[in-house]
C-alpha cells in the first residue's frame, strides 16, 4: 500500500510516549516510508504495526487518531481523479473503480441500503483477507479516513446513520 497512510503516524506515536523509528525496524519498513507518500509498503506490516503500537501504547483508539492526522490527499493520484469529479456519485464510482492505486486489498463501493432505507445507500469499505489479516487498528483508520472525507465531499452534510464494524468496539 501507499506508505501516505502512515501520515501522522511518527507525530502521534510521540505523542503517546513512543518510538516511531523502533516501530518501523521491528516491522521492517523503511525509516523513510513515513517521508514518502508514493512509497510502498507492505499492507500486513502496516496494519500489524497500528495494532501493536495501540496495545503498546494503551491506546485503543489509535486508528481514528491517526485519521484525523489525514485527508484525501494520502491517495495521491487517485484523490486527483476523485477532486476532478463532477458529482459526488462519480467521485465515488472513481474511487470504487481505482481504490487499488492505494492498495490492491483494499475496497471501497456504494451499494443498496441494507437496511432499506429509502433515499439512503451503504457506503463500504474492506479489506481482501486473502492479501493480509484482518486488522482492527487499520480497519479503524480506513473507516475515520473514509468519514473524513466523504465529509468533505459533501460539506459535512453526510447523514451518517450507522457504522458496522466486524469486530467488537475497541474504542
Do not use: W
Request: charged share 20%; aromatic share 6%; hydrophobic share 45%.
Amino acid at each position: 500500500m501507499r506508505a501516505a497512510s502512515l501520515r501522522g503516524f511518527a507525530t502521534l506515536v510521540r505523542e503517546l510516549g513512543g518510538d516511531p523509528a523502533e516501530h518501523l525496524t521491528r516491522f521492517g519498513l523503511p525509516r523513510d516510508a513515513l517521508d514518502r507518500d508514493d512509497g510502498l509498503i507492505p499492507i500486513t506490516a502496516h496494519d500489524l504495526m497500528l495494532d501493536t503500537a495501540a496495545h503498546e501504547l494503551s491506546c485503543p483508539d489509535f486508528g481514528l487518531r491517526l485519521a484525523s492526522f489525514q485527508d484525501l490527499t494520502i491517495l495521491g493520484p487517485l484523490a486527483l481523479a476523485i477532486q476532478a469529479s463532477s458529482t459526488v456519485a462519480e467521485a465515488l464510482q472513481c474511487a470504487s473503480r481505482f481504490m487499488f492505486v492505494h492498495s490492491p486489498a483494499l475496497s471501497v463501493a456504494v451499494e443498496p441500503d441494507p437496511r432499506r432505507g429509502r433515499g439512503v445507500v451503504a457506503l463500504t469499505y474492506r479489506k481482501d483477507l486473502l492479501e493480509s489479516p484482518y486488522s482492527p487498528q487499520a480497519m479503524e483508520l480506513g473507516l475515520g479516513l473514509f468519514h473524513h472525507i466523504a465529509g468533505q465531499l459533501l460539506d459535512e452534510n453526510t447523514g451518517l446513520r450507522s457504522v458496522e464494524i466486524p469486530h467488537q468496539p475497541i474504542s
